[in-house]
């Protein structure tokens, strides 16, 4: 960092196990993607290829190249891999892997409906010779899943060789851990973390408030994706404590309880002069 501050939460370091911060790329140029990693790639461990960006995405290529000479670990959305699957194209998908030297890729059903077995047996080949990261939740905010089956559907998962499992919110944070305006399905993820490791699990986090909520539940060190490249640096300052929102949450409680103490003395003397 630039300079020394108190009571500012530590963070894991590069390369991240855990307190990973995923970016979603939905089409960047060449120069927007150097920009980005001149500006942000210190703080990017992945890089998603949104959906099926890969597809029509120029210079594919290149920036891939790019991505991975600045430390960040690029790979394919899930809806691209079930675009293959449903064509039967499971070898064609890797050798397109192959073909762009990606080590991680993703498994998902999101899309289309794969029997979990199946899937679970998809991710134990992929795995003997990639980082798997795998997805749980439907993009159909009509599809509801118990929350034992996610709890059942993750630990499986991870089981069969996933590094993380991506609990499902979609691009606009509406759909599978999160409620149709955008706010956590509480319960759901309480008893999700009561039977999987939070650090396992990768969450779809694209807006402020779901990034505000996530970081007072699990800290500075929750692993966060589909993040704007924009956004990159905001959240950053979130997960310290650099922003409003989660300004207290890292402050010893005698500050936070003497600041808070003189801001409501002050409201109480403007009160009684007016």
């Known amino acids: 960092m630039n300079f020394e501050l108190l009571f500012v939460p530590e963070r894991t370091a590069k390369p991240r196990d855990y307190g990973v911060t995923m970016m979603m790329d939905k089409g960047l140029s060449l120069t927007e993607t150097a920009n980005f990693i001149e500006a942000s790639g210190h703080l990017t461990d992945l890089v998603k290829f949104g959906f099926g960006t890969a597809y029509v995405t120029k210079?594919?290529?290149?920036?891939?190249?790019?991505?991975?000479?600045?430390?960040?670990?690029?790979?394919?959305g899930g809806t691209l891999f079930e675009a293959f699957y449903?064509?039967?194209?499971?070898?064609?998908?890797?050798?397109?892997?192959?073909k762009y030297d990606l080590d991680l890729a993703e498994i998902s059903d999101g899309s289309i409906i794969i029997d979990h077995d199946e899937k679970c047996e998809l991710i134990t080949k992929l795995a003997k010779t990639r980082t798997v990261l795998s997805?749980?939740?439907s993009k159909d905010s009509g599809i509801l899943i118990s929350p034992g089956r996610w709890i059942k559907m993750m630990s499986t998962e991870l089981e069969a060789g996933s590094w993380k499992v991506i609990a499902e919110g979609r691009e606009a944070g509406n759909v599978g851990v999160f409620r149709p305006n955008g706010t956590a399905h509480t319960m759901l993820i309480?008893?999700?973390i009561a039977k999987v490791n939070p650090e396992d699990i990768l969450w779809e986090a694209p807006q402020k408030n779901q990034q505000v909520?996530?970081?007072?539940?699990?800290?500075?060190?929750?692993?966060l994706g589909n993040i704007a490249p924009n956004e990159m640096i905001p959240l950053e300052c979130l997960r310290l404590g650099l922003r409003g929102d989660t300004f207290f949450e890292f402050m010893p409680k005698d500050i936070e309880e003497r600041?808070?103490?003189v801001n409501s003395d002050e409201d109480e003397v403007e009160e009684n002069e007016e």
């Open 190 to 192: 309480n008893r999700i």
């Open 86 to 98: 449903a064509r039967n194209m499971w070898d064609d998908y890797l050798k397109l892997l192959d």
């Open 259 to 261: 600041l808070r103490q």
């Open 135 to 137: 997805e749980v939740g």
């Open 213 to 223: 909520w996530f970081i007072k539940l699990f800290g500075a060190n929750v692993n």
């Open 59 to 76: 210079d594919l290529e290149a920036k891939i190249k790019m991505y991975r000479e600045a430390g960040i670990r690029p790979y394919f």
